[in-house]
C-alpha cells in the first residue's frame, strides 16, 4: 500500500487525504478507511508489566542496536522519564499513581492506522503495509523532520549526530521477523505476557474480554482503539492512562482528515483565484480606459470651450482693433491734413528756400521706381 | 552618476560594514561545522523539538516578511494602485532574496539537504502540506526571479530580453498571488497536523486563514518599514518617482495595514469562539494570547490609523516596527514556543548560540545582498531608457 496519489495543481485535484490505496480513504469521497482488516498489532496490558525491561533488551538485540550505557538490568533508570530515541525503539518507564503500587508503561511506535508521520512525509517515505507496520525508507528520506512534529505519541527519533548519513530511527514492529513467521522481539521476551500479538481485531476482543470479566480491575478503556483513528498497538491498564503518561486528551479523527480541509482548499485556489485576479486586473484596466476617455472628452470639451472663448474675444478685440485703426486713421488723416496746411502755411512764409525742399522730397519715390 | 554609485564602497570601514563582516565570519565557520559535524553539533534540536528557528524564525517569519512582493505588485498591477509603481521593484527584490535564503537556511536544517528535489523526483507526498510547500515556494522563487529580471537586464543593457520578460508582468503578479496565498497559508496549515502538541489558542482550523491574512499584514508593514530604512541608507539611489510617491506610498500601504490588521484581529477571536476556548485567556498562555492580540496586532492597528488621520510618517514607522515584531512573535508562537506546551520545561527548546548565529547570518547576507543589487541595478529608481515604458 502507499499514499493514494492525490495530486494537486496538476489536473489530479481532490483533496489528498487518503491512506490506502486500493480502498481510497478520503474525505473527498465521504468513505472511511477502517484499516486493513488482517493487520497484526500488539496488546499492552499495563496491570501486568513489572518493569523487568526484558523487551528492551531484546529490542536492542533483534534490531542490531548499540549497547547502553547503563545495562537493562539496571533498574535504576527507571528513576527518570524516558522516551524513545535513535537507539531506544522501545522504553519502559515506572510510574507511581497515588496510593497504589508502582506502575509500568511500554511506549514504542504504536503503528497507527492512519499514520500522521505518512501523511505528513512530502517524499511518502513512511508506509503502513497491510500486514501492520508502519515503514521508513531512509534511501529517500530528505530529513525535514515533520513526521516527528507530527506524530502525537512522540515516537520517531532523529540521528543529529550524523552529518552525511542521519535517519528517522523507530521501531517498525520487527516487520522482518514477523515476515520470517516469527514475534516481535519484545513480545517474545516478555515474561509476564503484558504483551499479546495477534491480529487487531482479534486482540479488540481480548482486550474487551479482559474488561467484561474483571471490570473492576481494568479501566474501561482499550487505549488505541480510537486514538489518532486507531494505532495497531492496543492498551489495558487498571489505572487511568493519564497515570502512566499516555496523552488521554488526543483526538479520534485520523491524522490525514486534520488537514484534508486545508488541502481541498488548494484546488479551489488555484481554480478560482486567477478567475478573481484576472478579473481585478480587468476591472482595472476598463476603470483607467474610462477615466482615460473621460478625460480625454473632458478635455475636448474644454479645447472646444476655450477656443470658442478665444475666438469670440479675437472677434471683439478685431473689431475693437477695427474701430480703433479706423479711429487712429481718421485721427491721423486730421493729423496730416493739420499737418499739411501747417506746412503750406509755413511754406507759403518762408517761400524760396522751401520751394527746393520740396522738389527733392517729390523727386524721391520717383527715383525709388527707376531702380 | 558614476561617482554616485560608487560611494558607499568608498567608506568599507563603517561600523555596520565592520560588525556585518564579523557574522560573516562567524556564520562561516559555524556553517562548516553545521556540514561536517551534522545537526547535533551546533543545534539544540531534539526528539521532541525537531524543528528549530531555522524553522520557526528563517522560514516561517522569512516566508511571511517577504510577502511585500507579492503584495505590492497586485495592488500596482492588479488593483489598479498605479502610483505605487515606485515601490514594486524594492519589494520584489525584497521578496526574491527573503525566498532565496529561506531555500538556503531550509538546506541547514535538512538533515541530507542535497535531497532537497527529492520531493519531486521520488516519491509525490502530496498528502503532505509540506509538500504543497516545497513546491509553491519553489515556483514561486522562480516567478520572483522572473519578476525581478527587468532589473538585472537593464543594468546588462540586453534591451530584448528585458522587454519579454516585462511582457509577462500581469501574467507573472497573477501566478505570484496564487502561489504566495498556497504556501503562505500551508505554512499554518503545516500545524493541523498536530493538534496535541499546539496550544489550543494557537491551533485552530483557521490556522491557514490566519497566516495568509497576516501575510498580507506582514508585506505590507514590511515595505513600510524597509522603505523608511532605504530612504536613509540608499537615497542617492532614488529616483525623484520613488521619492515623490514614498509619502503617498506609506500612508496608502499604512491605510491598508490599519484595516487588515483590524481584520485579523476579529478572525483570531472568532477561532477562540468557535473552540469556546475563552477560560484558558486567563491562564498564563492565555496572557501571552492577549499579548499578541492586543500589544501587536490591536495597537499597530490603532497606530498606523492615527498616523494616516494625522499625516504623521514617524506614527506609522513605529506602528510598522511593531506589526512586523508581531509577525515574528505569532511564527514563533505556533511553531515554537505554544508548541510542546505540554512538555516539561526541562524538555523544552531553546535554540543555542549558533543557531541564532546562523539566523543572523542569513538575514545579514539578505541585507548585504539587498545593497550590493540596489547600489547597482535600477530598483529605487528608472532605467533612463525605459523611463516612459511603464
Known amino acids: 500500500m502507499s499514499l493514494s496519489r492525490r495530486s494537486f495543481l496538476f489536473g489530479l485535484g481532490a483533496a489528498g487525504t487518503g491512506l490506502a490505496a486500493g480502498k481510497k480513504a478520503s474525505a473527498a469521497t465521504g468513505k472511511e478507511f477502517k484499516g486493513y482488516p488482517d493487520s497484526y498489532g500488539v496488546l499492552h496490558d499495563i496491570s501486568r508489566c513489572v518493569g523487568c525491561r526484558e523487551c528492551e533488551k531484546a529490542c536492542n538485540s533483534v534490531n542490531d542496536l548499540p549497547a547502553p550505557e547503563q545495562p537493562f538490568t539496571d533498574k535504576s533508570v527507571l528513576d527518570e522519564k524516558r522516551r524513545t530515541a535513535k537507539d531506544t525503539f522501545t522504553v519502559v518507564n515506572r510510574f507511581e499513581p497515588k496510593g497504589k503500587k508502582p506502575h509500568f508503561a511500554k511506549i514504542q511506535c504504536n503503528h497507527c492506522q492512519e499514520p500522521a508521520c505518512a501523511s505528513v512525509c512530502f517524499v511518502r517515505a513512511f508506509k503502513k503495509s497491510p500486514e501492520g507496520p508502519v515503514l521508513y525508507n531512509p534511501d529517500i528520506c530528505v530529513g525535514c523532520r515533520y513526521c516527528m512534529v507530527a506524530c502525537p505519541f512522540d515516537v520517531p527519533a532523529y540521528e543529529y549526530d550524523k552529518a552525511f548519513t542521519p535517519r528517522v530511527r523507530k521501531c517498525n514492529l520487527c516487520a522482518p521477523r514477523l515476515a520470517e513467521g516469527k514475534l516481535p522481539g519484545c513480545v517474545e521476551a516478555c515474561p509476564k505476557e503484558a504483551l499479546v500479538f495477534g491480529k487487531r481485531e482479534e486482540l479488540l476482543a481480548i482486550a474487551k474480554e479482559r474488561i467484561r470479566k474483571h471490570p473492576n480491575r481494568y479501566v474501561n478503556h482499550v487505549y488505541g482503539e480510537k486514538e489518532m483513528g486507531g494505532t495497531s498497538w492496543l492498551y489495558l491498564s487498571d489505572v487511568p492512562f493519564d497515570e502512566v503518561g499516555m496523552r488521554t486528551d488526543l483526538v479520534s479523527t485520523p491524522a490525514p482528515a486534520l488537514t484534508a480541509g486545508a488541502l481541498g482548499v488548494v484546488p479551489m485556489v488555484v481554480g478560482l483565484w486567477p478567475v478573481f485576479l484576472t478579473g481585478m486586473y480587468g476591472m482595472t484596466k476598463r476603470r483607467e480606459k474610462v477615466a482615460a476617455q473621460e478625460q480625454k472628452a473632458a478635455v475636448t470639451v474644454a479645447v472646444q470651450e476655450t477656443e470658442a472663448k478665444a475666438a469670440a474675444e479675437l472677434e471683439t478685440r478685431l473689431a475693437k482693433a477695427d474701430a480703433d485703426k479706423k479711429k487712429a486713421l481718421e485721427k491721423a488723416e486730421k493729423e496730416k491734413e493739420a499737418a499739411i496746411a501747417k506746412a503750406l502755411e509755413e511754406a507759403a512764409a518762408e517761400k524760396a528756400p522751401s520751394e527746393e525742399d520740396e522738389a527733392t522730397t517729390g523727386d524721391e519715390p520717383a527715383n525709388g521706381e527707376d531702380k | ?390
Open chain 2, 1 to 390: 552618476m558614476e561617482e554616485q554609485t560608487m560611494a558607499p564602497e568608498k567608506g568599507l570601514m563603517t561600523p555596520f560594514n565592520m560588525i556585518a563582516s564579523v557574522i560573516v565570519v562567524a556564520g562561516i565557520i559555524i556553517t562548516i561545522l553545521r556540514f561536517t559535524k551534522g545537526l547535533g553539533a551546533v543545534t539544540n534540536l531534539s526528539d521532541n523539538s525537531p524543528w528549530g528557528i531555522w524553522i520557526g524564525f528563517d522560514l516561517m517569519v522569512g516566508v511571511a516578511l517577504a510577502a511585500g512582493g507579492y503584495v505590492t505588485s497586485s495592488a500596482c498591477y492588479l488593483f489598479g494602485m498605479k502610483r505605487y509603481h515606485a515601490a514594486v521593484r524594492p519589494a520584489i527584490l525584497t521578496g526574491f532574496l527573503g525566498y532565496f535564503f529561506v531555500v538556503i537556511a531550509l538546506l541547514y536544517d535538512l538533515g541530507r539537504p542535497w535531497r532537497l528535489p527529492y520531493p519531486f523526483l521520488m516519491g509525490w507526498g502530496t498528502t503532505s502540506l509540506l509538500f504543497e510547500v516545497a513546491f509553491c515556494v519553489a515556483l514561486y522563487l522562480t516567478v520572483l526571479f522572473l519578476e525581478f529580471s527587468p532589473a538585472a537586464l537593464e543594468w546588462l543593457g540586453l534591451k530584448k530580453a528585458r522587454n519579454l520578460a516585462y511582457k509577462l508582468t500581469i501574467l507573472l503578479t497573477i501566478f505570484g498571488v496564487v502561489l504566495s496565498t498556497l504556501h503562505q497559508s500551508s505554512l499554518g496549515a503545516l500545524f493541523l497536523a498536530a493538534p496535541s502538541k499546539l496550544h489550543p489558542l494557537w491551533y485552530t482550523p483557521y490556522l491557514p486563514v490566519y497566516f495568509f491574512v497576516s501575510s498580507v499584514i506582514a508585506g505590507l508593514s514590511m515595505v513600510i518599514f524597509e522603505g523608511s530604512i532605504s530612504h536613509k541608507a540608499l537615497h542617492h539611489r532614488m529616483g525623484k518617482e520613488y521619492l515623490d510617491n514614498h509619502d503617498g506610498l506609506t500612508l496608502g500601504f499604512a491605510k491598508a495595514a490599519s484595516m487588515v490588521l483590524a481584520g485579523y484581529f476579529t478572525i483570531k477571536w472568532v477561532g477562540v469562539a468557535a473552540a469556546g476556548h475563552w477560560s484558558l485567556l486567563t491562564t498564563n498562555y492565555g496572557l501571552w494570547f492577549l499579548v499578541e492580540m492586543f500589544g501587536f496586532i490591536a495597537l499597530p492597528s490603532v497606530l498606523y490609523a492615527v498616523g494616516v488621520r494625522e499625516k504623521k510618517y514617524g506614527v506609522i514607522k513605529i506602528a510598522s516596527v511593531i506589526a512586523v515584531l508581531g509577525i515574528i512573535v505569532n511564527r514563533l508562537n505556533v511553531s515554537l514556543i505554544c508548541f510542546n506546551w505540554h512538555l516539561p520545561s526541562s524538555e523544552r527548546y531553546f535554540p543555542s548560540w549558533m543557531e541564532i548565529v546562523i539566523s543572523v547570518f542569513m538575514v545579514t547576507l539578505i541585507v548585504l545582498a539587498f545593497r550590493f543589487i540596489a547600489n547597482r541595478m535600477p530598483i529605487f529608481d528608472t532605467h533612463p531608457d525605459y523611463r516612459d515604458n511603464h
